[in-house]
Nanobody, 125 residues
Framework: QVQLVESGGGLVQAGGSLRLSCVVS????????MGWFRQPPGIEREFVAAIFSNGLTDYRDSVKGRFTISRDNAKNTVYLQMNNLKPEDTAVYYCVSASGYNGYAYYQPRMYTDWGQGTQVTVSS
């Protein structure tokens, strides 16, 4: 059974930083596609970042240069470092993992079979 447990959300002023953590059990992060999605109020879940088994990463355009996804293989944990936060980054952030390719692209929610419970990030102006 795969479990993803996020932490690190909170309230921060615009321009501030937060680091989200996702502790994973039941799946090896270094061998999987891992990612972060977010759901702003009243909006569908949207792709934020992904890290692939080969270590390559990708991001949605609006967070490029501000967010960094990484992993610690020894701790089996994935991180999302968020800098220069903006009010439009306010959302519930979800850690996700994929059991393998299922026909969907990595930026589509249906690619991922496992989701964490979510952590709230609120950025005040």
């Amino acid at each position: 059974q795969v479990q993803l447990v996020e932490s690190g959300g909170g309230l921060v002023q615009a321009g501030g930083s937060l680091r989200l953590s996702c502790v994973v059990s039941g799946r090896t992060v270094s061998r999987s596609t891992m990612g972060w999605f977010r759901q702003p109020p009243g909006i569908e879940r949207e792709f934020v970042a992904a890290i692939f088994s080969n270590g390559l990463t990708d991001y949605r355009d609006s967070v490029k240069g501000r967010f960094t996804i990484s992993r610690d293989n020894a701790k089996n944990t994935v991180y999302l470092q968020m800098n220069n936060l903006k009010p439009e980054d306010t959302a519930v952030y979800y850690c996700v993992s994929a059991s393998g390719y299922n026909g969907y692209a990595y930026y589509q929610p249906r690619m991922y079979t496992d989701w964490g419970q979510g952590t709230q990030v609120t950025v005040s102006s």
